[in-house]
């Protein structure tokens, strides 16, 4: 393949008659110029088509890479939204757990105070029975006494 230089160093022979160059050495010389230029231009042609394909292949993957960037955002978002939503449910169901503790301690102190009350209540009647069944007995013993006397 001809360079730059080898067409600039070029030196035709001069013809025999006049001060021209010989056509043939000329002609032989724009062939090879011809051929050369004519697979640099097939060469530069495929060049620019795989340039062109890879421009196209560059561009279609970073379509990818777009959408998947959308993705992984549109997925970080959902993460995050349902994160928020998890933390919400999770802080009512701590508050509501509270609430339920709350009142069911409630419920405990009252059921724990009614059953005071009610042991209460049964230790004033077991007095009382006492009372009743010592008089009773007191009363029992006062007449087997007296029969006694008589």
């Known amino acids: ?7 600039d160093n070029k030196t035709f022979k001069k013809t025999k008659i006049g001060n021209g ?24 042609a495929e060049l620019k088509d795989k340039v ?3 421009q196209e292949s ?15 955002e549109n997925a970080q978002s959902q993460a995050d ?3 928020e939503v998890a933390m919400r ?9 509270e609430a339920d503790s709350k009142n069911a301690l409630e419920n405990l102190k009252q059921e724990i105070t009614k059953a005071e ?3 209460e209540d049964k230790r004033k009647q077991m007095q009382i029975y006492k009372i009743r069944v010592s008089s ?15």
């Open 21 to 44: 160059y010989d056509i043939n050495d000329v002609e032989d010389f724009l062939v090879k110029v011809m051929d050369d230029y004519e697979s640099l231009f097939k060469e530069n």
């Open 1 to 7: 393949m001809l360079t730059p230089l080898d067409i």
């Open 52 to 54: 062109n394909n890879m």
């Open 58 to 72: 560059v561009k279609y993957y970073k379509s990818i890479e777009e959408g998947i960037n959308k993705t992984i």
């Open 81 to 83: 939204n349902i994160k």
């Open 117 to 119: 009350s009610e042991l």
């Open 89 to 97: 449910e999770a802080e009512s169901i701590r508050k509501e757990a």
């Open 136 to 150: 009773m007995l007191q009363a029992q013993l006062n007449i087997i006494n007296d029969d006694r006397d008589v």
